[in-house]
C-alpha cells in the first residue's frame, strides 16, 4: 500500500507529458519460483517470492519472532495437493492453501490457510486456519536468498525444507501411496480371471520391493505361480521367502526360476544369480 502510494504521488507530480510517456518495466526484488513435486501419485506446487537477505538481520529481526510471516515476499506463499495428505502426521484435505508461519527461535508454527490468493500476511485470518502444525529449526547452510528445498522425497512421504540465511525449517508431506496401491492391488487380485498370473505377481512384487504384507504377496505369487510357473513369478517368489528369512527356500525357488529361463528373459538370470549369491553369504 504505501508504494502504491508513493508511485501514485509521484505520477501526479510529473508534469502532463511526463505522466504520458512510454512505460518500461521492472524486475520485483524478490522474484518468483515454483517448486513441484510428486510424491507416489500426488503433485505438490509450492508458488512463492524469494526475497534476499542483504546484510540484514533476519529471523528475530527483519522476520519478527512470535508474529505471523507471509513465508516470503509479495503474494502469500500457496501451496496445492492434488489428493489428500498428512502434514507431519496430520490431515489436510487436498487443495490449495496460503502458507503462512510464526517463527520462533526454538519452535516455528507452519500455517495452512484456506485463503489461498492474499497479499502477504496482511488479511490473514485465524479462523481460515485448515490447519497448524509445529516444525523444529535447525542450522544450516548459508543461503542468502529465500528458497523451498525438497531433500528428501519416497513414494510415501517427501520432506520440504523453507530456508534461508543459516536456518531450515522442516515438515514432512505423506501420501500414504503404498498402502492406496494395495488396497487397489487386493480388490484388482480379487476380480482377476482364473487363467491371469499377471496381477497376482505385479501385486505381489509391489509388496515384496516394498517391504510390506510379506506373507499376504507370498500368497499371491503362489497364485501366479500355480497358474503359469515362470522364471519372473519365482524370482519374486524366492525374493519374498528372502525378505522373510527363509533363504535356503528363495535359493531353490530362485534356481528353479533359472531353469525357467527362455531367450525373450535369459537377461534376468546373472541378476537371480547374483541374488542366489547373496543369499548363500
Do not use: C
Amino acid at each position: 500500500m504505501r508504494n502504491t502510494a508513493f508511485a501514485l504521488a509521484l505520477t501526479l507530480a510529473l508534469p502532463l507529458g511526463a505522466q504520458n510517456a512510454p512505460s518500461f518495466k521492472v524486475p520485483r526484488p524478490s522474484p518468483k519460483s515454483v517448486l513441484t513435486q510428486t510424491i507416489g501419485f500426488t503433485d505438490v506446487t509450492i508458488t512463492y517470492s524469494r526475497p534476499s537477505a542483504k546484510g540484514r538481520q533476519i529471523f528475530g529481526g527483519l522476520v519478527p519472532y512470535g508474529q505471523v510471516w507471509r513465508t516470503g515476499a509479495n503474494e502469500a506463499t500457496t501451496i496445492s495437493f492434488s489428493d489428500d495428505v498428512t502434514i507431519n502426521g496430520q490431515a489436510l484435505p487436498k487443495g490449495t492453501y496460503s502458507l503462512h508461519t510464526i517463527p520462533g527461535k526454538d519452535q516455528w508454527t507452519i500455517i495452512f490457510n484456506k485463503v489461498a490468493n492474499q497479499w502477504g500476511s496482511f488479511n490473514y485470518e485465524q479462523a481460515q486456519d485448515a490447519l497448524r502444525v509445529n516444525a523444529k529449526p535447525h542450522g544450516d547452510e548459508y543461503n542468502e536468498v529465500m528458497v523451498f528445498s525438497i531433500p528428501k522425497v519416497t513414494a510415501d512421504e517427501a520432506t520440504v525444507e523453507i530456508k534461508w540465511t543459516n536456518v531450515a525449517v522442516p515438515f514432512t508431506i505423506g501420501t500414504g501411496t503404498t498402502q492406496k496401491v494395495l488396497a487397489e492391488a487386493r480388490a484388482a487380485v480379487a476380480a482377476a480371471k482364473p487363467d491371469d498370473w499377471q496381477t497376482p505377481m505385479r501385486a505381489g512384487s509391489f509388496a515384496v520391493d516394498n517391504r510390506v504384507e510379506l506373507q499376504e504377496a507370498s500368497r499371491w505369487l503362489d497364485q501366479s505361480i500355480k497358474i503359469n510357473e515362470n522364471l519372473m513369478n519365482l524370482f519374486a517368489k524366492a525374493r519374498a521367502q528372502a525378505a522373510m528369512g527363509d533363504r535356503a527356500g528363495a535359493i531353490a525357488t530362485a534356481q528353479r526360476a533359472i531353469s525357467k529361463a527362455t531367450k525373450e528373459n535369459a537377461e534376468e538370470v546373472p541378476e537371480i544369480e547374483h541374488s542366489i549369491a547373496s543369499w548363500k553369504s
